[in-house]
């Protein structure tokens, strides 16, 4: 891997985050309507319900957590997505750049964002509802960590499906995480899940971390296991993602770049 | 002796029971210009793409500097690039960013030197802040050669390099890659719907039609394979005589004004003329055009219409 390839990639959607209103508004405007809405209805429940005193942590939490998890597989949809409508993929593939930097620059690309937004979301949440993240202390990294893999399995995912199958699936660009957030449990614990969709969610690595940050919040600890099975659920569906992203790109050479 | 920077062998391309390419090979020498020809359809962009590695071969080898694309991607495409009209950059981005960040994907020392040249030999200084998207296209096909030059490759592979260019671009284009192939030796491969061009640029050309190549020669020897000249006549008198004699001899013309130009043989036009004085038919003004690489071309392209 060259380093100056994979900075190429960075450098040009970091351009065009600079020149896009759109992605400006996915970066900031996005969490923080999320953010105010969520707010005003936590806060609303809590004096209503004095005994949910953490409802507004817990759920504005959830939000945060989950910006990690979207901006992850976003990055790598979207990025190969603006490639496809600008059709600009044979003009990057012309040149000595390997698929693996390629997807190294949109995982890498989808930390920086995800920083960026989670960041903002973080400073958003403590101005105007004086919530702080950071009382999930040290498991917030591993928490996070676990949170984009899942982002770019789902991102690797949509991404081959794209590439099989061009623009005509886009839509799943932006919808596709979201089917597996009723089964993460963000707001609420999985136990208030129908049966059938608890079974589900054993097979949802979120679930768990989402599970584990509850536990934190209201007790202040947290079974290791939870993050474990994560780990392993999460290692997995990576491991197929990419065998299967990259058998789709195989595949889309076979018809030609250009086609795309 | 001049060595091979390029070998194609046997390369075939099917889609399902379509071939696009059909068993090609051919070879492209150090500084060599080779002019890829075909009407729509023909396979040239097919085989531009596998060339390029973004296409996969059914079959067939394609080696630069005796070592096989396959196995070298990488090596090799440092040292080739390509130009085309049905690729763009990134629309929102600058022109100046866009030639940034594809400086980044190759290893070139001094980069900010080396874009600067670019920017002076490709005079796009009042270009360099503008949004791809506010370029007009002949503006775009300059970015799109000056993206192609910013690794100095050794192979270029131009597909219609001066398309939507104005003609004295378009000009200073042609000298500029034969300047390049003079002064470093940069081979290269190129197809163009402007025949003249081809013929003015190209030291061989080859000629692909349904997916194979059935000529590979210098430009000079296909337009002589076309044994008909244009005699293009100013008739004084006689224009409708002038017809009625096409016709008996059942040549081709075509009428532009009080011009008539007609197909005739080369062996033929000493009679022709012949017959036009003793039908006291009297022309004004009289010239007579060699066959061209674009009469080969027109020839190739009605026989497959047919």
Redesign the interface.
């Known amino acids: 891997m ?1 380093l ?2 994979i ?3 960075i ?2 959607f970091m ?2 985050f600079r ?2 209103l759109d992605r400006l508004s996915d970066a900031f405007y996005w969490p923080t309507l999320d953010l105010l809405l969520w707010g005003v209805t936590s806060t609303y429940f809590r004096s209503y319900l004095p005994q949910t005193s953490q409802i507004v942590l817990v759920i504005l939490g959830g939000i945060l957590l989950w910006i990690i998890v979207w901006r992850g597989q976003y990055e790598i949809t979207i990025g190969i997505l ?2 496809l409508w ?3 993929l ?9 698929f693996s930097e390629w997807i190294t620059s949109l995982v890498m690309l989808g930390i920086i964002k995800a920083i960026m937004s989670f960041s903002f979301g973080l400073f958003v949440a403590f101005i105007l509802y004086k919530i702080n993240i950071f009382t999930l202390g040290f498991y917030l990294i591993p928490f996070a960590l676990l949170l984009i893999i899942t982002g770019w399995w789902i991102g690797f995912f949509i991404a081959g499906l794209i590439l099989r199958y061009g623009i005509k699936i886009q839509q799943l660009a932006w919808t596709a995480p979201w089917v597996i957030s009723p089964f993460s449990a963000i707001y609420y614990p999985v136990s208030s899940l129908p049966d059938w969709a608890q079974a589900i969610a054993l097979f949802i690595p979120t679930s768990y971390v989402f599970e584990g940050a509850r536990e934190v919040i209201e007790k202040g600890t947290l079974d290791p296991n939870k993050l474990y099975i994560s780990l392993l659920l999460n290692s997995t569906y990576i491991i197929l993602s990419l065998i299967f992203l990259k058998k789709s790109f ?1 595949k889309v ?6 086609k795309l | 002796m001049q060595n091979n920077v390029l070998e194609v062998k046997n390369l075939t391309k099917k ?1 399902g029971n379509f071939t696009a390419v059909d068993n090609i090979s051919f070879s492209l020498k150090e500084g060599e210009i080779l002019g890829l020809l075909g009407p729509n359809g023909a396979g040239k ?2 085989t531009i ?1 596998m060339l ?5 071969p059914t079959s067939g080898d394609i080696k630069y500097f005796d070592k096989k694309l396959t196995e070298n ?3 090799i ?2 040292q ?3 130009s ?1 009209s ?9 022109v100046k ?1 866009v030639l ?8 070139i020392n001094e980069r900010k030197k080396r874009l600067d040249k670019i920017v002076e030999m490709f005079k796009l200084d009042s270009l360099l802040r503008k ?1 791809i998207h506010e370029l007009s296209s002949g503006q775009l096909t300059k970015v799109n050669l000056a ?1 192609a030059f910013i ?1 100095f490759p050794k192979v270029l592979l131009l597909d219609e390099p001066t398309a939507s260019l104005d003609p004295d671009v378009a000009k200073y284009i042609r000298d500029f890659l034969l300047n390049q192939q003079k002064e470093f030796k940069v081979s290269i491969i190129l197809t163009s719907h402007n025949m003249a061009e081809v013929e003015e640029v190209s030291d061989r050309v080859i000629f692909i039609n349904n997916g194979k190549i059935i000529a590979d020669d210098i430009p000079k020897n296909l337009a002589k394979s076309i044994k008909t000249s244009h005699v293009d006549l100013l008739i004084n008198d006689g224009f409708k005589k002038t017809i009625e004699l096409c016709k008996e001899m059942h040549v081709s013309y075509k009428i532009q004004g009080r011009h008539i130009i007609v197909d005739v043989k080369e062996k033929s036009i000493p009679e022709f003329l012949r017959d036009l004085t003793n039908n006291k038919i009297y022309y004004d003004e009289i010239s007579i055009e060699k066959p061209t690489l674009e009469d080969y071309f027109l020839y190739i392209a009605n026989k497959t219409r047919l």
């Open positions: 060259k100056h390839r900075y190429a990639i450098l040009r351009y065009l020149h896009s603006e490639d600008n059709r600009n044979v003009n990057i593939f012309v040149t000595p750049l390997k195989d050479l076979e018809r030609g770049l250009v | 889609f962009t097919t793409q390029l590695g973004v296409l996969t991607r990488e090596e495409l440092e080739v690039n390509f085309s049905y690729t763009n950059f990134p629309w929102s981005l600058t960013e940034t960040f594809i400086s980044y994907l190759y290893s949004q993206k690794n």
